[in-house]
């Protein structure tokens, strides 16, 4: 089983859509999640963290499940602008340097369409 | 703001040249950064671990000896291709963290073609 394994998509949404983006991991002891969003030919950027109670961003949600090891991604009211590719990425907690090591999703297209 | 900075973003050159990439933590101090490649419509893949003051940790299948990391102070580190080849053409992409469990930030890349 991979790591951190996403949808590759592409998701093809019209506007004002609610799309949502799993992102399931393999390792218990993970520590920290993040979603990030990545534009073509663009460097990866962080859009949330994601908290064991769940947080919101404006139209935007992130969701823990410890208990299942996965994590979610939900956009509301999708605009065109949200047209991305969105990565997950997961801390595994390990010790000395890796404890700063992320794992990525290979992530999932998403479309947003007039 | 950015808090990663990355340069050069673009480089073109010919086989055999060697192209020095660097990545710069800005207003805080990164024990350790990471490098990254990324092939075109592929997913973001590990190098290499840089640690400050000491080797770095390559991934497996990465040639240590044809990119070379240096991390010679807290908040530069860099990556050097050697001999670069076509097949090196890619987006290579640093990222650092304030502390352990924390989001990485990245830079904004370097696209290298080699011609």
């Known amino acids: 089983r991979k790591e951190v394994e996403q949808d590759p998509g592409p998701f093809n949404v019209p506007e004002g859509a609610t799309v949502a983006f799993n992102c399931t991991y393999s390792?218990?002891?993970?520590?920290?999640f993040f979603w990030y969003r990545q534009d073509c030919r663009k460097e990866p950027k962080l859009l949330m963290s994601v908290y064991s109670s769940g947080n919101e961003d404006g139209r935007f949600t992130a969701q823990l499940n410890r208990a299942s090891q996965y994590i979610s991604l939900l956009i509301r009211d999708s605009k065109l602008s949200d047209s991305a590719t969105y990565l997950c990425?997961?801390?595994?907690?390990?010790?000395?340097?890796?404890?700063?090591?992320?794992?990525f999703g290979k992530g999932t297209k998403l479309s947003v369409i007039p | 703001g950015a808090v990663v900075s990355q340069h050069p973003s673009r480089v073109i050159c010919k086989s055999g040249t060697s192209v020095k990439i660097e990545c710069r933590s800005l207003d805080f101090q990164a024990t350790t950064m990471f490098w990254y490649r990324q092939f075109p419509k592929k997913s973001l893949m590990l190098m290499a671990t840089?640690?400050?003051?000491?080797?770095?940790?390559?991934e497996q299948g990465v040639e240590k000896d044809k990119f070379l990391i240096n991390h010679a102070s807290l908040t530069l580190s860099t990556l050097t291709v050697t001999s670069a080849h076509p097949e090196d053409s890619s987006f290579y992409i640093c990222s650092a963290s304030h502390q352990g469990t924390k989001p990485q930030h990245f830079g904004d890349g370097t696209r290298l073609s080699i011609l």
């Open positions: 840089s640690n400050e003051g000491s080797k770095a940790t390559y």
């Open positions: 390792n218990s002891a993970s520590q920290s």
């Open positions: 990425a997961v801390n595994m907690g390990s010790t000395g340097a890796g404890s700063y090591q992320l794992t």
